[in-house]
Nanobody
Framework: HVQLVESGGDSVQAGGSLTLSCVTS????????MAWFRQIPGKEREGVAA????????GYADSVKGRFTLSKDMANNTLHLRMNNLKPEDTAIYYC?????????????????????????WGQGTQVTVS
């Protein structure tokens, strides 16, 4: 049973930082589009950042560019999202996602527009609250 397990969500004050982590199996992590999405109840899931674990750099939503950093730890099959200068509007449930559709990792420079339908595997989510 393949799983994506997220951790790191917490409550912080505006301007603070958090690091989210997503751990999975080696086979799931290998040459996949891996991403973070976030969702506020009643709203659509929004793409935050993504990368292709095989090669290349990350891409970000405009709303988080310059504040969030996405990285991969290939040795531990882990995706990290470092979030700095957090704002109240960053409050959401954050989901880790994985997919094999290459369209899920299409970047324009370091910009990325996430489409949740391109990702087939999802974690349970971790709550981030910024006040």
């Amino acid at each position: 049973h393949v799983q994506l397990v997220e951790s790191g969500g917490d409550s912080v004050q505006a301007g603070g930082s958090l690091t989210l982590s997503c751990v999975t199996s080696a086979s799931t992590f290998d040459r996949k589009c891996m991403a973070w999405f976030r969702q506020i109840p009643g709203k659509e899931r929004e793409g935050v950042a993504a990368l292709y674990t095989g090669s290349g750099g990350p891409g970000y939503a405009d709303s988080v560019k310059g504040r969030f950093t996405l990285s991969k730890d290939m040795a531990n099959n882990t995706l990290h999202l470092r979030m700095n200068n957090l704002k109240p509007e960053d409050t959401a449930i954050y989901y880790c996602a994985a997919g094999t559709n290459p369209l899920g990792c299409v970047l324009r420079g370091d910009s990325w527009v996430g489409k949740s339908r391109l990702y087939s595997l999802w974690g349970q989510g971790t709550q981030v609250t910024v006040s």
